[in-house]
């Protein structure tokens, strides 16, 4: 079994900051792909930031340019740096990781989630 535990959200003012972190544990072989997702109140779960265990990024085009996402592999952690925070930015972060267990199968596992909240 995995765990993801994120830390890091909080209410900050537009235009803020806030850096969010998420540390994975248990039976890890190897991590691939991890990821930071959200759901505004009413909305459907979507991408925010993905990285592979290579460094390759992605991002959703509502974040560009603003968040960074960066992961410790030593760690089997992943940040989510959050610059020139809106108010649209309100959401419940969840973590995301596909891991590699040590019989090589591959599963998909989720945080608890954090709230970051952009008051206006």
């Known amino acids: 079994q995995v765990q993801l535990v994120e830390s890091g959200g909080g209410l900050v003012q537009a235009g803020g900051s806030l850096r969010l972190s998420c540390v994975a544990s248990?039976?890890?072989?190897?991590?691939?792909?991890m990821g930071w997702y959200r759901q505004a109140l009413g909305k459907q779960r979507e991408l925010v930031a993905g990285v592979t265990s290579g460094g390759t990024t992605n991002y959703a085009d509502s974040v560009k340019g603003r968040f960074t996402i960066t992961r410790d592999n030593a760690k089997n952690t992943v940040y989510l740096q959050m610059n020139s925070l809106k108010p649209e930015d309100t959401a419940v972060y969840y973590c995301n990781a596909v891991v590699v267990a040590y019989t090589l199968n591959e599963y998909r596992y989720w945080g608890q989630g954090t709230q970051v909240t952009v008051s206006s």
């Open positions: 248990g039976s890890i072989f190897r991590i691939n792909t």
